[in-house]
């Protein structure tokens, strides 16, 4: 399908990227974001080679490891603060790192100024009321009064996505998990130059962001109060991580002094076995599979769809065709992720059996080096 007009419901990872990818294919694109000042959840992110691929696709690369950390290879230990296994990671773009860690805001940074000058229009504060899709095409009824119409729509609006509650009213919703995670920004220790992963009942992770920054990602049960109040949330991090054996983190947990500077998240999963589209809409990201980050693959997956949807638009006649042939290719891939990460998630929540972090990690590798 050429010249398609595409409405692009949120401005996040997913809808940013699903915006250059399609305007590269020649097709005019709109995206709305319902935050008015299209700010960013979150400290960092893991992204490996499977998205340093997906980013020479998108033809960011350089502009994306130029606000990112890379390296090779993962370290992890055990909760004593022992080293148990140094695990090289694959390259997949050669002469390019094999992963990357990188701020939320430094890579929302990237995309969001991708798209602008890909010719993109880009509104904030809106969100789409009603979708009517009569089958030749969808009209839109905006929050500000507003209407489009659009040849289809792409919904990347996230785990509690709107277009799916319009478009798929029966499908499940997110469930929670019993676990939440804990960010916190550092300077970076010389020592951490890569990945630095911790087993144990309360997992945590090391990851450099830049030369001179890093973050702490921290997972712990949380049964009876999966959301907190901020007020308070240095502390209770700081008390978290004194009951994790290795010296070296109950020293850097010192420095956790400001509620403000930490980022505190119940982890809820959700995967649509069902259709992933209804007519000329269709679903992507954490709207249709949101999984826990204990393989750092959510963002990842996001991106792989927004490539694989371009991909089948622009080599289908229909938009049927397109969005069931898009989730043909994505449905196996989001579900190992998903699946995965929820072992891991379950193992050190005692409900299933504890997942080695290595011999996860080294899967994934494998998985995600696939071909999307």
Same mark, same amino acid.
């Given at each position: ?32 974001? !319902? ?14 080679? +499977?998205?340093?691929r997906a980013m020479k /696709? ?8 130029? #606000? ?19 695990? =090289?990671? =694959? ?7 094999? +992963? ?19 010719? #993109?229009?880009?509104?904030?504060? &809106? ?21 489009? @119409? ?11 996505? *709107? ?19 804990? !960010?916190? +920004? ?9 990945l630095c992963a911790y ?13 001179? #920054? ?19 949330? *240095? ?11 290795? =010296? ?12 403000? *500077? &930490? ?26 599979? *949101? ?16 490539? &694989? ?6 080599a289908a006649d229909t ?10 290719? @994505? ?16 193992? /050190? ?7 080695? +972090?290595?011999?996860?990690? @080294? ?10």
């Amino acid at each position: 399908m050429k010249q398609q007009h595409i409405l692009v419901i949120g401005g996040g990872i997913g809808g940013l990227t699903a915006a250059i990818a399609l305007r590269r294919d020649g097709h005019a694109v709109d995206v709305i974001e !319902r935050d008015p000042s299209w700010t960013v959840y979150g400290v960092g992110i893991i992204q490996q080679g +499977n998205v340093v691929r997906a980013m020479k /696709q998108l033809d960011l690369l350089d502009d994306y490891l130029g #606000a990112a950390f890379g390296y090779d290879h993962v370290e992890v230990f055990i909760p004593t603060g022992q080293r148990v296994a140094r695990i =090289p990671t =694959p390259t997949l773009v050669e002469g390019y790192p094999a +992963n990357v860690g990188i701020g939320r805001p430094a890579l929302h940074k990237v995309l969001g100024d991708r798209t602008i000058a890909a010719g #993109a229009t880009v509104r904030l504060g &809106v969100t789409a009321e009603v979708l009517d899709d009569d089958g030749d095409g969808v009209t839109a009824t905006f929050s500000d009064g507003t209407t489009g @119409r659009y040849d289809m729509v792409v919904g990347a609006d996230g785990l509690y996505s *709107a277009t799916r509650a319009q478009i798929l009213p029966d499908a499940p919703g997110p469930e929670y998990t019993g676990q939440a995670v804990w !960010r916190h +920004n550092f300077a970076r220790s010389e020592d951490v130059t890569g990945l630095c992963a911790y087993e144990g009942p309360i997992g945590l992770g090391l990851v450099p962001l830049s030369d001179e #920054a890093m973050y702490i990602f921290v997972t712990t049960p949380e049964p009876d109060n999966p959301w907190r109040e901020r007020k308070g949330l *240095a502390k209770a991090m700081r008390e978290t991580l004194a009951r994790v054996p290795a =010296p070296a983190i109950r020293t850097l947990a010192e420095q956790i002094i400001d509620d403000e *500077a &930490v980022v505190y998240k119940p982890l809820e999963w959700l995967f649509l076995t069902g259709d992933w589209h209804r007519g000329r809409i269709v679903l992507i990201g954490d709207a249709v599979h *949101a999984t826990t980050p204990h393989l750092g693959q959510g963002a990842g997956m996001a991106i792989e769809d927004s490539i &694989v949807l371009a991909e089948e638009i622009a080599a289908a006649d229909t938009p049927e065709a397109a969005f069931n042939a898009f989730r043909e290719r @994505r449905y196996d891939r989001c579900r190992y992720i998903v699946d995965s990460s929820l072992a891991i998630c379950l193992g /050190q929540l005692g409900k299933g059996p504890m997942i080695e +972090n290595a011999t996860a990690t @080294r899967a994934m590798f494998t998985k995600v080096a696939e071909p999307i």
